[in-house]
């Protein structure tokens, strides 16, 4: 879709939905949201396009593993596309945590969860997850999709200005030891490079039964100083293997853009 026409679109869903929302159907339930901030639509579930593919890919993922009762969070909850239909399934037994440290994009997820007030609300946190506890640099260009802690997910040219945030990090083991929260049944991980670090800091979670599903960004390995080796080690301790969501095998010698499996 080109620019101008998708710039068309959205103009128009605004008038359509106006204040109520733009609907999203999925396992008999109708969550609403923000033009231009739904999930992909399943249909795209076998798209050319990589992105649209493993989008829709995890919104089918988490919809079949998730249920009432369920403990799931979401690490990089952005506009809450994911954080919603999370809810929607753990239902209001559930716990959902959403962790966003983006001030710009958490605007936007709280008028999300708004649009829904029948599902029992995400708990949202400011911080960021890593592998320590302490404080970093957010880099943000207006709470867009590319907000990271690395300046090189967000800054691709000279063009590309960055405001700089601070926020404080965590980890996922300590977080939820913390908070004396159950042991999750899903994990979803899309921080923009930081997946290495985030997995780092959740040792125990990785030796525990919880799924996870994350996405890799290897072109910003490198200015968090990680590596894929560091990936598969991690994966192999916990008893856990590697691989695409549109892929039965384990994951390869080279890591490549995608989002994945570490199951067991």
């Given at each position: 879709?080109?620019?101008?026409?998708?710039?068309?679109?959205?103009?128009?869903?605004?008038?359509?939905?106006?204040?109520?929302?733009?609907?999203?159907?999925?396992?008999?339930?109708?969550?609403?949201?923000?033009?231009?901030?739904?999930?992909?639509?399943?249909?795209?579930?076998?798209?050319?396009?990589?992105?649209?593919?493993?989008?829709?890919?995890?919104?089918?993922?988490?919809?079949?593993?998730?249920?009432?009762?369920?403990?799931?969070?979401?690490?990089?909850?952005?506009?809450?596309?994911?954080?919603?239909?999370?809810?929607?399934?753990?239902?209001?037994?559930?716990?959902?945590?959403?962790?966003?440290?983006?001030?710009?994009?958490?605007?936007?997820?709280?008028?999300?969860?708004?649009?829904?007030?029948?599902?029992?609300?995400?708990?949202?946190?400011?911080?960021?997850?890593?592998?320590?506890?302490?404080?970093?640099?957010?880099?943000?260009?207006?709470?867009?999709?590319q907000s990271s802690?690395?300046?090189?997910?967000?800054?691709?040219?000279?063009?590309?200005?960055?405001?700089?945030?601070?926020?404080?990090?965590?980890?996922?083991?300590?977080?939820?030891?913390?908070?004396?929260?159950?042991?999750?049944?899903?994990?979803?991980i899309d921080a923009?490079?930081?997946?290495?670090?985030?997995?780092?800091?959740?040792?125990?979670?990785?030796?525990?039964?919880?799924?996870?599903?994350?996405?890799?960004?290897?072109?910003?390995?490198?200015?968090?100083?990680?590596?894929?080796?560091?990936?598969?080690?991690?994966?192999?301790?916990?008893?856990?293997?590697?691989?695409?969501?549109?892929?039965?095998?384990?994951?390869?010698?080279?890591?490549?853009?995608?989002?994945?499996?570490?199951?067991?």
């Amino acid at each position: 879709m080109t620019k101008l026409r998708h710039d068309f679109v959205l103009a128009l869903k605004r008038v359509l939905y106006g204040r109520r929302g733009e609907p999203y159907r999925i396992d008999g339930q109708t969550l609403r949201y923000l033009p231009g901030t739904r999930p992909v639509r399943l249909r795209y579930i076998r798209s050319q396009n990589g992105v649209a593919r493993y989008d829709a890919l995890q919104v089918a993922w988490l919809s079949s593993h998730l249920t009432e009762g369920d403990t799931a969070v979401d690490i990089g909850a952005h506009y809450g596309s994911y954080s919603i239909l999370m809810a929607a399934k753990c239902g209001q037994s559930g716990h959902v945590i959403a962790f966003e440290p983006d001030p710009y994009a958490r605007e936007v997820l709280a008028r999300n969860l708004g649009l829904n007030p029948s599902i029992r609300r995400p708990k949202v946190e400011m911080c960021a997850c890593s592998d320590k506890i302490g404080e970093a640099t957010l880099f943000s260009r207006g709470g867009n999709a590319q907000s990271s802690l690395a300046r090189s997910a967000v800054q691709f040219s000279a063009a590309h200005i960055s405001e700089e945030i601070r926020v404080p990090l965590v980890t996922l083991d300590s977080y939820l030891s913390e908070c004396n929260l159950p042991e999750p049944r899903c994990v979803k991980i899309d921080a923009e490079g930081a997946e290495i670090r985030i997995l780092k800091g959740a040792k125990q979670v990785l030796a525990s039964n919880a799924d996870v599903v994350c996405e890799l960004h290897p072109y910003v390995w490198p200015e968090f100083g990680n590596t894929f080796a560091e990936l598969k080690d991690l994966a192999t301790a916990a008893g856990r293997r590697i691989r695409y969501l549109d892929q039965d095998t384990e994951i390869g010698d080279k890591a490549e853009y995608g989002t994945v499996l570490l199951e067991r």
